[in-house]
């Protein structure tokens, strides 16, 4: 006699893979940084004018004009809390919290909002109540914030420097952590951040964007040609790594190797081509015969080989691109060879 199954069983059975991909998700497998606001329980706002008080040392020249502030008073911050954001909930407050426990207890530091002294994500979610458009929407997703990097690790609010109140300039600042990026910095072939011509932002977006922190929605390519525009095509005969990922054959960060190139010729080249050197003098390819194999021109003998039994093992000694002088892709058939040789 069959056995039948009991019918809540068997639909949990079937649910099952369900459920597991629900509970995948509700454990972080959606990567984000969850903010945390923090709070003083039963405090009131003051006004940043009883701040100025006892803080002579952040508010003595908070009304100063423009050209002669010094100190937290030139910073963005300092120039919002002095023209624009008078009052109680206001300058200090808005980033420090209310401050009436502080007040009333001394000066007790417990009292008060520090950001320094917060957990990263307590003091990002405070700079995130004003801090919320263009780039800065994905900063919960970004590598930054899932590394428990902060807002205040790079900013300094109250005498940062420039725009963005950053604690040193960039690239030093990004080098101060990317030590690996700040070597390849040096090496012979490399963008010119040392030369002040671009620096980590002109690529990344630090607070986080789509594809991995760069300032970019769309393909790493599209990125690297906003100022490679020479290698963007279409072109008629293509080159398979142009179209799919500049990484696969450059090292943006730097190296060793010419044109930022993560090997030498020609053994960048071999990992994907197969080495070869013509055979013949008067040699062809054949449609459709697979890279690096020469075929005989009809009615043409190996006699004709002007390169000797060395023919092959000259290639490890040469540049490909010798030859082939178009590697991103030409719009120009390559001969005699077929027309997917790229050296025109």
């Given at each position: 006699?069959?056995?039948?199954?009991?019918t809540?069983?068997?639909?949990?059975?079937?649910?099952?893979?369900?459920?597991?991909?629900?509970?995948?998700?509700?454990?972080?497998?959606?990567?984000?940084?969850?903010?945390?606001?923090?709070?003083?329980?039963?405090?009131?706002?003051?006004?940043?004018?009883?701040?100025?008080?006892?803080?002579?040392?952040?508010?003595?020249?908070?009304?100063?004009?423009?050209?002669?502030a010094?100190?937290?008073?030139?910073?963005?911050?300092?120039?919002?809390?002095?023209?624009e954001?008078?009052?109680?909930?206001?300058?200090?407050?808005?980033?420090?919290?209310?401050?009436?426990?502080?007040?009333?207890?001394?000066?007790?530091?417990?009292?008060?909002?520090?950001?320094?002294?917060?957990?990263?994500?307590?003091?990002?979610?405070?700079?995130?109540?004003?801090?919320?458009?263009g780039?800065?929407?994905?900063?919960?997703?970004?590598?930054?914030?899932?590394?428990?990097?902060?807002?205040?690790?790079?900013?300094?609010?109250?005498?940062?420097?420039?725009?963005?109140?950053?604690?040193?300039?960039?690239?030093?600042?990004?080098?101060?952590?990317?030590?690996?990026?700040?070597?390849?910095?040096?090496?012979?072939?490399?963008?010119?951040?040392?030369e002040?011509?671009?620096?980590?932002?002109?690529?990344?977006?630090?607070?986080?964007?789509?594809?991995?922190?760069?300032?970019?929605?769309?393909?790493?390519?599209?990125?690297?040609?906003?100022?490679?525009?020479?290698?963007?095509?279409?072109?008629?005969?293509?080159?398979?790594?142009?179209?799919?990922?500049?990484?696969i054959?450059?090292?943006?960060?730097?190296?060793?190797?010419?044109?930022?190139?993560?090997?030498?010729?020609?053994?960048?080249?071999?990992?994907?081509?197969e080495?070869?050197?013509?055979?013949?003098?008067?040699?062809?390819?054949?449609?459709?015969?697979?890279?690096?194999?020469?075929?005989?021109?009809?009615?043409?003998?190996?006699?004709?080989?002007?390169?000797?039994?060395?023919?092959?093992?000259?290639?490890?000694?040469?540049?490909?691109?010798?030859?082939?002088?178009?590697?991103?892709?030409?719009d120009?058939?390559?001969?005699?060879?077929?027309?997917?040789?790229?050296?025109?």
């Amino acid at each position: 006699m069959r056995r039948k199954f009991n019918t809540k069983a068997s639909w949990l059975v079937k649910a099952l893979p369900l459920l597991l991909i629900l509970g995948a998700c509700a454990t972080g497998s959606i990567r984000e940084k969850v903010l945390t606001l923090p709070v003083i329980e039963g405090a009131c706002y003051v006004g940043q004018e009883t701040c100025a008080d006892c803080h002579d040392d952040m508010a003595g020249d908070m009304f100063a004009t423009s050209t002669s502030a010094e100190g937290f008073a030139k910073t963005i911050h300092g120039r919002l809390a002095t023209w624009e954001l008078m009052g109680a909930e206001k300058g200090c407050e808005s980033c420090h919290g209310p401050g009436s426990q502080h007040v009333d207890n001394d000066g007790d530091t417990e009292m008060i909002l520090r950001p320094a002294e917060l957990l990263s994500d307590e003091a990002s979610a405070i700079c995130a109540k004003c801090h919320t458009d263009g780039k800065l929407m994905d900063y919960t997703h970004s590598a930054h914030a899932l590394s428990d990097v902060g807002c205040v690790d790079c900013h300094s609010i109250h005498d940062g420097e420039g725009k963005f109140s950053l604690k040193m300039e960039d690239p030093e600042l990004c080098y101060s952590c990317h030590q690996e990026e700040q070597a390849k910095s040096h090496f012979p072939s490399s963008h010119p951040l040392a030369e002040g011509k671009m620096n980590c932002s002109s690529c990344h977006n630090t607070h986080g964007a789509v594809g991995e922190s760069l300032n970019t929605d769309e393909r790493l390519n599209d990125l690297c040609l906003n100022c490679h525009t020479r290698y963007q095509g279409p072109f008629v005969f293509g080159h398979a790594p142009v179209e799919d990922d500049c990484t696969i054959c450059h090292d943006p960060h730097g190296s060793v190797a010419n044109n930022l190139l993560v090997q030498n010729e020609p053994f960048l080249c071999l990992q994907c081509h197969e080495g070869h050197f013509h055979i013949l003098r008067n040699s062809a390819q054949t449609p459709g015969s697979p890279a690096g194999t020469i075929a005989t021109v009809p009615g043409m003998t190996e006699t004709a080989n002007p390169h000797g039994t060395e023919g092959f093992q000259t290639s490890f000694g040469t540049k490909c691109s010798t030859c082939h002088k178009v590697v991103h892709g030409s719009d120009y058939p390559s001969q005699p060879l077929s027309g997917h040789g790229l050296t025109r």
